[in-house]
């Protein structure tokens, strides 16, 4: 059974920091594609940052130069790092594991930052 399991979210104010992590079970892990996306109130699903199992990253527009994605294979976990928050960066952050034409999710974890 495939399990990603998000940790990290919280309340922040403006301009602080934040490390997410989503630890994955029941796949091997080096082999899977690894991102996050997110949802904020009112909006659609949007890309934050992707890692390739050997660690090539790729970023939405509106977190490039603050958020930085990586990865410990070792420990079956993906991270984000976010640097320079702002309120616009208010949603439920998810983490996915895409490989062999499948994609898993995990069920999110809430970030706030307020201003």
């Known amino acids: 059974q495939v399990q990603l399991v998000e940790s990290g979210g919280g309340l922040v104010q403006a301009g602080g920091s934040l490390r997410l992590s989503c630890a994955a079970s029941g796949i091997t892990f080096s082999e899977y594609h690894m991102g996050w996306y997110r949802q904020g109130p009112g909006k659609q699903r949007e890309l934050v940052a992707t890692i390739s199992g050997r660690g090539s990253t790729n970023y939405g527009d509106s977190v490039k130069g603050r958020y930085t994605i990586s990865r410990d294979n070792a420990k079956n976990t993906v991270y984000l790092q976010m640097n320079s928050l702002e309120p616009g960066d208010t949603a439920v952050y998810y983490c996915?594991?895409?490989?062999?034409?499948?994609?898993?999710w995990g069920q999110g974890t809430q970030v706030t930052v307020s201003s």
């Open positions: 996915y594991a895409n490989a062999y034409r499948s994609t898993y």
